[in-house]
């Protein structure tokens, strides 16, 4: 899935909506709440939540003391205000470019390539690795209509195309779009002569993201990767 920062896609909802009246549009006496049915739509947007969660949760929000619900507020608002990707490797930044891309320790040498910010934060939790990253906001998915130009591909090459660069490692997730979108990538990187193509290793359970692996594989998938020959 490609996420744009700017227009987040929204989950299509409906369907599953009559039946009886839900306690978020009936209120006390009967009366409906305008307020808690929109707080309720809203949460149920988000991915993973249902309509009972929603209410529970809404309600949840409803009784909670007014400081706490605004804070909650506020973070929401930080995120969307203060929050962009970073200019260079468009992982997420609070400035122009994110603290990796800022910090001259990190090697420029080797860019480790992944799909989503969660799965470069699931490399930097090994804290194996001390590369710098491209993060792609997605993988090639043609039956999704994901298409390469819709991905952070052309920086990558861009980047590469500067100089410096010596190794590129592909840690896309080990399923179907990511192995595909490797595949993609190493036939638009033998464009640059000398530069090493790794793959992470097949440690990491196919199938699976990034993300919900432990430390120890990850670190183990960055440590045996391989070069990715024809
Ligand atoms: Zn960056």
Same mark, same amino acid.
């Given at each position: 899935m490609v996420s744009n920062p700017h227009q987040p896609l929204r989950r299509r909802t409906g369907g599953a909506r009559s039946g009886a009246a839900s306690p978020a549009e009936v209120? %006390? /006496? =009967?009366?409906?709440?305008p307020a808690l049915q929109a707080l309720v739509r809203e949460i149920e947007?988000? %991915?993973?939540?249902g309509r009972k969660t929603a209410e529970r949760l809404a309600y949840h929000v409803l009784r909670m003391p007014a400081e706490d619900a605004m804070r909650l507020a506020r973070a929401i608002r930080d995120v969307k205000e203060n929050l962009r990707h970073c200019k260079?490797?468009?992982?997420?930044?609070?400035?122009?470019?994110c603290s990796i891309c800022e910090d001259?320790?990190?090697?420029?040498t080797t860019i480790c390539v992944v799909e989503e910010p969660r799965d470069l934060y699931a490399i930097e939790a090994t804290a194996a690795y001390r590369g710098r990253y491209h993060v792609l906001l997605g993988a090639f998915a043609p039956l999704d209509g @994901?298409?390469?130009?819709?991905?952070t591909i052309d920086a990558l090459l861009a980047r590469i195309g500067?100089?410096? @660069?010596k190794e590129v490692i592909l840690?896309?997730? %080990?399923?179907f779009e990511g192995d595909g979108t490797a595949l993609y990538l190493r036939e638009k990187l033998?464009?640059?002569?000398?530069l090493r193509i790794t793959r992470i290793a097949? =440690?990491?359970?196919? /199938?699976?993201?990034l993300e919900h692996v432990s430390r120890a594989i990850v670190s183990d998938a960055l440590e045996g990767r391989r070069e990715m020959g024809d």
């Open positions: 209120g %006390p /006496g =009967g009366a409906s709440a947007l988000l %991915p993973g939540i260079t490797c468009f992982s997420i930044a609070e400035r122009e470019e001259a320790t990190r090697d420029a @994901v298409a390469p130009s819709d991905l500067a100089g410096g @660069v840690a896309m997730n %080990p399923n033998k464009a640059f002569p000398g097949r =440690g990491v359970p196919s /199938g699976s993201h």
